[in-house]
């Protein structure tokens, strides 16, 4: 199953709205398959296992990382063509939320003899596809909020000024994040301060995540900024295309019931302070990632997030999920309590 886990994480830039799956097929203590789901509206993991022998298993065990599917999609039912190629048993690490598959898969698999064990590293599959299983659960995708801050909690000076805060190292590691992601979002503020590309940098990597840009007072006119490069598609949420809530501002949970609509599992929140206080008390950001360099950059400076606690009954703790060094710099990965 853990070889299962790493073939599975192999489909990440290609899947899309699908989860990662991977599938490894044993028979007489040896591995005779294994593959994974590569890319959207292709065949599955198990599928592209059993391709392999021929879809000729009788008398394997076949692990796979999430529950095999019941039903005609844009490709075959696995579960019947598991069933077909005779596979005696079978070791499932963990069910599919999706309302179409969650249960059935397993039930067709029981219902036709075959022995299935449910649970194996299930944490860990469930780790792997948690935008998939949180948008399934909620229509909200997973939202990680990246930050780049001084060791006194500032992202910029107060000209707005940010380049650069953390090291070379700590900025390729921001690449390979963003690859992660099916679309990158940030705030109008910081497409005017700083113009960026937001796109993934990183040399035989093709991914491109889709640019979502939160523009409350209709700032972005220009269409030559870097946002509107054709290096990745950009979607622009505004007034005149997005609800507004009781205090007048976009509706920011929409936004994210629409991306989840689209199919987007994963969003990265590269954006400003005000943007990320608003996601925070809208209690929309799932995890944060945040790295720290070894600088001081005084009070003039602008705090990592724009949020006002008058009392410390009120602070919002976060509990480290991850710490490590990346080059100079310290990487938190943290979620609120």
């Given at each position: 199953?853990?070889?299962?886990?790493?073939?599975?994480?192999k489909?990440?830039?290609?899947?899309?709205?699908?989860?990662?799956?991977?599938?490894?097929?044993?028979?007489?203590?040896?591995?005779?398959?294994?593959?994974?789901?590569?890319?959207?509206?292709?065949?599955?993991?198990?599928?592209?296992?059993?391709?392999?022998?021929?879809?000729?298993?009788?008398?394997?065990?076949?692990?796979?990382?999430?529950?095999?599917?019941?039903?005609?999609?844009?490709?075959?039912?696995?579960?019947?063509s598991?069933?077909?190629?005779?596979?005696?048993?079978v070791?499932?690490a963990?069910?599919?939320?999706?309302?179409?598959?969650?249960?059935k898969?397993?039930?067709?698999?029981?219902?036709?003899g075959?022995?299935?064990?449910?649970?194996?590293?299930?944490?860990?599959?469930?780790?792997?596809?948690?935008?998939?299983?949180?948008?399934?659960?909620?229509?909200?995708?997973f939202?990680s909020?990246?930050?780049?801050?001084?060791?006194?909690?500032?992202?910029a000076?107060?000209?707005?000024?940010?380049?650069?805060?953390t090291?070379?190292?700590?900025r390729?590691?921001?690449?390979k994040?963003?690859?992660?992601?099916?679309?990158?979002?940030?705030?109008?503020?910081?497409?005017?301060?700083?113009?960026p590309a937001?796109?993934?940098?990183?040399?035989?990597?093709?991914?491109?995540?889709?640019?979502?840009?939160?523009?409350?007072?209709?700032?972005?006119?220009?269409?030559?900024?870097?946002?509107?490069?054709?290096?990745?598609?950009?979607?622009?949420?505004?007034?005149?295309?997005?609800?507004?809530?009781?205090?007048g501002?976009?509706?920011?949970?929409?936004?994210?019931?629409?991306l989840?609509?689209?199919?987007?599992?994963?969003?990265l929140?590269?954006?400003?302070?005000?943007?990320?206080?608003?996601?925070?008390?809208?209690?929309?950001?799932?995890?944060?990632i945040?790295?720290?360099?070894?600088?001081?950059?005084?009070?003039?400076?602008?705090?990592?997030?724009?949020?006002?606690?008058d009392k410390?009954?009120?602070?919002?703790?976060?509990?480290?999920?991850?710490?490590?060094?990346?080059?100079a710099?310290?990487?938190?990965?943290?979620r609120?309590?």
């Open positions: 199953m853990s070889l299962a886990l790493k073939l599975a994480s489909g990440g830039a290609g899947v899309g709205a699908n989860p990662m799956v991977g599938c490894v097929v044993v028979k007489n203590n040896a591995i005779i398959a294994q593959d994974y789901h590569r890319f959207f509206g292709q065949e599955h993991a198990e599928i592209n296992a059993l391709a392999q022998i021929n879809h000729q298993a009788s008398g394997a065990t076949l692990y796979v990382t999430l529950e095999p599917c019941d039903h005609q999609g844009k490709t075959p039912s696995c579960a019947k598991i069933i077909d190629a005779q596979v005696s048993e070791v499932i963990t069910l599919d939320p999706n309302p179409l598959v969650s249960g898969g397993l039930a067709a698999l029981e219902k036709a075959i022995v299935v064990r449910l649970g194996l590293l299930e944490n860990d599959a469930k780790q792997l596809n948690r935008g998939f299983i949180k948008r399934m659960q909620t229509n909200l995708p939202v909020c990246k930050i780049a801050m001084s060791l006194d909690g500032k992202t000076l107060a000209s707005g000024e940010s380049k650069w805060i090291s070379e190292q700590a390729q590691d921001v690449q994040l963003r690859a992660k992601h099916q679309a990158i979002m940030t705030g109008s503020g910081t497409i005017l301060a700083d113009n937001l796109t993934v940098r990183l040399e035989g990597v093709s991914s491109a995540p889709l640019r979502v840009v939160v523009d409350g007072k209709n700032q972005i006119t220009d269409n030559s900024l870097e946002i509107f490069s054709q290096a990745a598609k950009t979607q622009i949420f505004n007034p005149k295309n997005s609800k507004i809530n009781a205090a501002k976009l509706d920011l949970r929409n936004i994210l019931e629409k989840s609509a689209d199919g987007i599992n994963n969003v929140l590269e954006a400003g302070p005000g943007l990320i206080g608003a996601m925070v008390s809208a209690n929309l950001i799932d995890e944060f945040i790295y720290t360099a070894p600088i001081l950059m005084g009070s003039g400076a602008k705090s990592m997030i724009d949020i006002t606690i410390m009954a009120d602070k919002l703790p976060l509990e480290i999920q991850d710490i490590r060094m990346v080059g710099d310290i990487k938190i990965t943290a609120l309590k």
